[in-house]
């Protein structure tokens, strides 16, 4: 079982930086890969990253690459979301999702575990 808590949302002007964490519990961790996922009023819960359970190979959609980084620390059970360049339209509630193995996917039903949610507030 793994057990992840988002922290570091917030609000914050258009082109300004934002960091969210996703602490993780157990001994575990390094065994999941892991994902960000946003999801905005009225909208479906949309991918935006993804990173190995090693942390060596990332992915992120089109509309954030290049403004927003994942990473992870598996000595603290911790990944990552750094996101810069914010725009109004990268407001939502972040969540953290763990899917054990090797690599992340964009798909919601393949994860095992979810955080509650960290709101990031993009005000133009």
């Known amino acids: 079982q793994v057990q992840l808590v988002e922290s570091g949302g917030g609000l914050v002007q258009a082109g300004g930086s934002l960091s969210v964490s996703c602490a993780g519990s157990g001994r575990t961790f390094s065994s999941y890969a892991m994902g960000w996922f946003r999801q905005a009023p009225g909208k479906e819960r949309e991918f935006v990253a993804g990173?190995?359970?090693?942390?060596?190979?990332?992915y992120y959609i089109d509309s954030v690459k290049g403004r927003f980084t994942i990473s992870r620390d598996n000595a603290k059970n911790t990944v990552y979301l750094q996101m810069n360049s914010l725009k109004a339209e990268d407001t939502a509630v972040y969540y953290c999702a763990a899917r054990y193995g090797l690599v992340w996917s964009d798909v919601v039903g393949k994860y095992d575990y979810w955080g509650q949610g960290t709101q990031v507030t993009v005000s133009s």
């Open positions: 990173i190995t359970r090693s942390g060596d190979m990332t």
